[in-house]
């Protein structure tokens, strides 16, 4: 037994990741997973909030409450907490940009919540994490908004900030969970983390406003946040190296002698990358096998953890949905014997091995990545091997080495209760929710005192041109009633803006199987016919930052033989019509997975119509219902991919159809 005779290990803290439409929807979410046994809050922002504009901005239409809440100012982050007492609460907010915002406005509504306390005192009662990993969104995920430089400076910033004000609270969140998404293997998984850790703390000794005496304090309030993929035993292996090499790299980099300081604390959400749309409901035992490996070991064991639900890779969950993931959770730790133990790894040769070879592979990648510079100057260098890494386990599905049950293997199937209404057996975003926060955004700028937050943002800007620490000019602005896109566009003004590496250049040719090499000839063939070279853009527009999908269809159209245009994340509609034009392209390629399709899709096709370009076929690829998609073929779409359609290839060869049928060449 792990204790006295009896005695179970407590449990981990029980997250859903949850938050959409608006925030009264959402608190109400809230409030329900609680009574449910819940036992901390895990909140998702909206897009708009996630990169710092506000709902009424260009770049957010479409986009508003779709992927999460959206929270534009103060009055909205109070209605998200509303009856929720912050002092007593563990809440993780997935926020990476405006993290020091989120923050701010979050202990703000803490001291309101509070007023017979001292703002120091509330904010010394505050428990949680805020994400604040901005070097993955540059390689995988895609919400950041100001430069490399000036974003390591805002969270180190909030990393003296909290380890002086805010004691209990994580105020980095080391985030690998995206880098297996965009398709990391454990070796870099381990590497790419463990280099922005140290990047991290490099720019916090650095920064000097953190003394050596404290600094010991930092290195404790680090946390992460993981991804566990359905590779039981690998995974476990993978956890386990973690904790070796975190507690190498602080203890022999850095000095800290204190093991309580060293240990390496987690947070996970299990990998959504490999829930199918095909057979969906073998997703709940992929669920489960992830849960298990970052659990049984108790040494490697996660400090907190949050489930995808069955149906996630076909839209968004329902309560019911995220209630089942939870029950999950609940039966493992409450009904199983896992907590009464030992760890049950220990002494085993085979993990071991695999753990050894692990670190081996890990320290080499990180010696790597620190002969570039660290990880801000290796990001081209990591964002190209995320890709090529991508494009190699995409090669493994198509040929079937790598079997997806249900996918590529085993595809028949009986018809599915649990799909037998597809349209209701997801969530629909409220499409009022648009409209509801802009018209939130200009009630509350009515409301208040204009000189105030004139005064608060140019204190922001004035403070962002010296060393200050940003912290209480945040937490200024925020009292004053700025808003989010103010807030994020005072310090762009400053700081500038910056657009992220695409990784698809640097990416390693794929081999030319017999079905590649008959689709080159055809985009050969059909080029000469058209008069030269097929032209294929590759669009993502709106705020999605999730370019995996993108970067593959990048990758293996070029590969295919297509001149192919890729100019990265977050395009407006008006930009992506601008480079067909200016590329003459035959064929337009969307890619869109937060659900803004039928915002997005539709200004695209108006755009190319007004330019008199209607006869440029557009095709669309994301996480699209059967009835959006027979809309957006109804509205001129020459054709719609899903998740389902796995083969890259086929895909290369459809476009090859839709450019011939458009061209009067079929």
């Known amino acids: 037994m792990s204790d006295a005779a009896g005695q179970k290990d407590r449990p981990w803290v029980m997250r859903t990741y949850a938050g959409h439409s608006t925030a009264a929807a959402s608190n109400a979410l809230y409030r329900t997973n609680l009574a449910k046994g819940q036992t901390g809050l895990s909140v998702a922002f909206d897009l708009p909030t996630q990169t710092g504009y506000d709902p009424d901005s260009p ?78 969104e540059y390689l995988s995920r895609g919400t950041y908004a100001f430069p490399p430089e000036a974003s390591m400076r805002l969270i180190a910033d909030m990393i003296a900030y909290t380890v002086h004000q805010v004691p209990k609270w994580n105020p980095i969140n080391i985030c690998s969970y995206h880098l297996q998404e965009a398709g990391a293997t454990p070796t870099q998984e381990l590497a790419y983390a463990l280099s922005t850790a140290i990047a991290v703390l490099d720019q916090v000794r650095d920064a000097g406003q953190v003394s050596e005496d404290d600094f010991e304090k930092v290195v404790g309030r680090i946390s992460f946040f993981v991804n566990a993929g359905v590779r039981f035993v690998e995974e476990t292996c993978k956890m386990r190296a973690f904790v070796q090499l975190w507690d190498e790299i602080t203890q022999e980099r850095y000095g800290v002698r204190d093991p309580k300081m060293r240990r390496f604390r987690y947070g996970v959400q299990v990998n959504s990358l490999g829930l199918t749309e095909a057979q969906p ?84 990648e990180i010696d790597r990545v620190q002969a570039m510079g660290g990880a801000i100057a290796a990001v081209d260098y990591m964002k190209s091997e995320l890709v090529s890494s991508h494009a190699a386990r995409r090669a493994r599905i198509e040929s079937g080495e790598e079997v997806i049950v249900g996918v590529n293997k085993y595809e028949t199937t009986e018809e599915s209760p649990l799909t037998a209404d597809l349209d209701g057996a997801i969530m629909a975003a409220d499409p009022e929710a648009e409209n509801a926060a802009r018209a939130s ?105 999730h370019s995996n999908g993108a970067e593959q269809v990048a990758v293996r159209a070029r590969d295919a033989g297509f001149e192919v245009i890729y100019q990265g994340i977050r395009l407006t509609p008006a930009q992506i019509v601008a480079a067909a034009v200016a590329e003459d392209v035959h064929c337009i390629g969307l890619s869109i997975l937060s659900g803004s399709h039928m915002e997005l899709v539709p200004d695209v096709l108006d755009g190319l119509r007004e ?54 060449l079929d």
């Not at 014997?337 to 091995?353: Q, W």
């Not at 700025?482 to 390693?508: C, I, M, N, Q």
């Open 611 to 664: 330019a008199g370009l209607s006869d440029i076929p557009v095709i669309v690829g994301g996480i699209i219902p059967d009835s959006d998609g027979r809309r957006l073929r109804e509205l001129g779409v020459a054709a719609v991919y899903t998740p389902k359609d796995y083969g890259l290839t086929q895909i290369m060869d459809g476009i090859v159809d839709v450019i011939r049928s458009a061209g009067g």
């Open 59 to 136: 770049l957010s239409r479409g986009e508003v409450g779709k992927v999460g809440v959206p929270v534009p100012h103060l009055g909205e982050m109070r209605k998200l907490f509303d009856g929720i007492p912050l002092t007593e609460m563990n809440t993780s907010m997935t926020i990476n940009a405006v993290a020091m915002w989120m923050l701010a406005m979050y202990q703000v509504v803490a001291e309101e919540q509070n007023p017979d306390l001292a703002p120091e005192e509330v904010a010394a009662q505050l428990a949680g994490t805020t994400q604040n990993d901005i070097i993955k």
């Open 441 to 545: 955004v200009e009630a509350w700028k009515a409301e208040r005192d204009e000189a105030e937050v004139a005064a608060a943002l140019e204190a922001l800007a004035a403070a962002a041109k010296t060393d200050e620490n940003l912290m209480a000019p945040t937490l200024a602005a925020a009292r004053a009633g700025a808003t989010t896109g103010e807030w994020a566009g005072t310090l762009r003004s400053v700081f500038g803006e910056y657009r992220g590496p695409t990784g698809v250049a640097g990416a390693v040719v794929a081999e030319a199987g017999a079905e590649l090499s008959a689709v080159r000839d055809r985009v050969r063939a059909t080029g000469d016919e058209l008069g030269g070279r097929l032209r294929l853009l590759v669009g993502k527009p709106g705020l999605d930052g």
């Open 281 to 364: 409901e073998n997703n709940v035992q992929r669920i489960v096998l992830e849960m298990l490996g970052v659990t049984l070991s108790k040494n490697a064991r996660a400090r907190a953890l949050q489930l995808p639900a069955w149906n996630e890779a076909l839209g968004l969950p329902r309560p019911w949905d995220q209630q089942w993931s939870l029950r999950l959770q609940q039966v493992l730790a409450f009904e199983s014997d896992l907590l009464e133990y030992d760890d049950i790894f220990d002494g085993s040769h085979v993990i071991e091995a695999k753990v050894a070879e692990l670190v081996e592979g890990a320290k080499a």
